[in-house]
């Protein structure tokens, strides 16, 4: 490899060494103030990968569920403990999500859906970043300040 020298600045070929405790490109006559060591290329390579961005797929139950639940329920002229027997829960859990004291799991949101008909769950899209490298090149200020407000949240 050919270059500028980090440690005195001089155009030479370089090696790649330990100077105290950062790996440096130097030249043949800096190398005395540290080590020459091997870079494996698969290090090198891995450092220049970008970050990976997932998509997260979020489930969520809707803010309006104890009045869609009653709503639907009323509106097929079923009582409490009748809807309670049909999707074999408990009349005091039926009371509960109505009165909104309880929020139903994903589980019983779907069995409520499918048996009144509604619609309880949303799915929202998350865009999460894997990992944040900040010698990546490729970093910009959004991804610093989504990383900032996924933190606070």
């Known amino acids: 490899m050919f270059g500028d020298c980090d440690l005195c600045g001089k155009k030479t070929e370089l090696v790649e060494g330990v100077v105290e405790g950062s790996i440096l490109k130097v030249c043949n006559n800096c190398i005395q103030f540290g080590e020459a060591v091997e870079i494996k290329k698969s290090v090198l390579e891995e450092k220049s990968k970008p970050e990976k961005i997932k998509e997260e797929i979020i489930e969520e139950i809707v803010r309006d569920y104890s ?8 509106s097929m002229n079923l009582l409490q403990k009748d809807l309670a027997m049909e999707i074999a829960e408990k009349e005091s859990v039926i009371h509960n999500l109505e009165s909104g004291h309880l929020e139903p799991s994903l589980d019983l949101a779907k069995k409520l859906e499918g048996f009144l008909n509604i619609k309880l769950i949303v799915i929202n899209k998350n865009e999460k970043v894997d990992k944040i490298d900040f010698h990546n090149a490729s970093l910009t200020i959004g991804d610093l300040l989504k990383l900032n407000k996924d933190k606070h949240e």
């Open 67 to 74: 009045t869609r639940i009653k709503g639907a329920r009323e």
